[in-house]
C-alpha cells in the first residue's frame, strides 16, 4: 500500500486531542474542552491520523468531544461564515477552533494583499466570539522560510499567538515566534512514530503516525535554517505607535489606544534615559 503522508501530522493534531481530552500537554495544565477541527486541506488521512493517536494512548475516540469538518469555508464569504458559525455552535460551547489550512479558507484571495487577508483575519476573529473559542490557523511558509508565514505582513501583527513548526531531519520542534500576553521564544521539541493501524486487501501494513516528545533542540528557521535577525532600523516610539495601530486597523481590530500610547511613553522615556547615559 502507499506510505501514509507523515509530515501532515501537525502537533496541533496533539495539542487539539490534549484539549479534547483534558489531559496536560508538555507538562502544561490544560482546560477540558470540545475541540473543532476543520479539515479544509488533506482530510483524507485524518482518520488514519486520529486512529494512530487512538492506538498509541489506549483511548476510546468515541468518548473524547473531538469533531472533525470536512469542509473548506471561504473566509471572504460573509454568508460562509455565518453558516460555519451555526455549523460549530450546533455542536455545543466549543473551546478550540483549528482551520487547517488557512489557504484553503481563502480560496482565490491575494495573499499579499491587505484587503484580502484582512478581511479573512477579521472573519475568523467573528468566529471566535460568535462561538466563544480560541481559534488557531495553520498556515504555509513562503518560499524563503527564514521570513516565516507567506502572504502578507500583516497576519503576524493581527495575530496573539504565533508559532513556527521547523525540522532538521528527523527532528522537529515547536518554536514560538509571538506571544501578546506571555514570553516568546519558548520551544518544545518533538518527533513522529510510527503506529500500524491495520493491515489492507493485499496484506500490506497501514500505517500512520504520532507525535512523541524528544530532548533534541532544533532552532527557528523552517527545515533546520535558522531565522536571521532583522536589522535595526531604529524606529522611534513614535513611528511604531503608529504602526501597531494601523495593522490593528486594517485587520479589524480593536485598538487599544491607551495601552499603545502607554507604550510609546515608555519607549520614548527609555530611549531618552539611553541618550542621557550615554
Not at 483511548?59 to 469555508?73: E, K, N, Q, R, T
Not at 521539541?189 to 496484506?203: A, K, Q, S
Request: aromatic letters at 6%.
Amino acid at each position: 500500500g502507499n506510505p501514509a503522508p507523515r509530515m501532515k501530522f501537525t502537533p496541533y493534531h496533539d495539542i487539539a486531542m490534549a484539549v479534547a481530552r483534558g489531559v496536560a500537554w508538555r507538562g502544561l495544565r490544560v482546560r477540558q474542552g470540545k475541540v473543532i477541527y476543520i479539515a479544509a486541506e488533506g482530510g483524507g488521512g485524518f482518520r488514519k491520523r486520529l486512529k494512530a493517536y487512538a492506538i498509541h494512548h489506549g483511548i476510546d475516540l468515541s468518548a473524547v468531544p473531538f469533531y472533525v469538518m470536512h469542509a473548506s469555508p471561504n473566509l471572504l464569504d460573509a454568508k460562509q461564515v455565518k453558516i460555519l458559525c451555526k455549523a460549530i455552535a450546533a455542536e455545543g460551547d466549543a473551546s478550540l477552533v483549528i482551520g487547517d489550512t488557512f489557504a484553503q479558507m481563502t480560496p482565490g484571495a491575494n495573499e499579499n494583499a491587505a484587503e484580502d487577508m484582512g478581511l479573512a483575519i477579521a472573519e475568523i476573529r467573528k468566529v471566535g466570539r460568535a462561538v466563544g473559542a480560541t481559534v488557531i490557523l495553520v498556515h504555509h511558509a513562503g518560499k524563503d522560510a527564514t521570513k516565516g508565514a507567506r502572504g502578507w505582513s500583516g497576519l503576524r501583527a493581527a495575530a496573539d499567538f504565533e508559532a513556527e513548526i521547523t525540522r532538521d531531519g528527523d527532528d522537529r520542534a515547536i518554536n514560538t515566534t509571538k506571544q501578546k500576553d506571555a514570553d516568546d521564544e519558548a520551544t518544545w521539541p518533538f518527533r513522529l512514530e510510527t503506529v500500524p493501524i491495520g493491515m489492507d486487501e493485499d496484506g500490506d501494513v497501514i500505517d500512520s503516525c504520532v507525535v512523541v516528545e524528544s530532548d533534541t533542540h532544533v532552532g527557528a528557521g523552517v527545515r533546520g535554517g535558522r531565522r536571521k535577525a532583522k536589522p535595526d532600523k531604529r524606529v522611534g516610539p513614535w513611528d511604531a505607535v503608529l504602526l501597531d495601530t494601523y495593522q490593528e486597523l486594517a485587520v479589524g481590530g480593536d485598538v487599544l489606544k491607551t495601552e499603545l500610547i502607554l507604550r510609546a511613553a515608555n519607549r520614548s522615556e527609555e530611549h531618552t534615559s539611553e541618550l542621557q547615559s550615554r
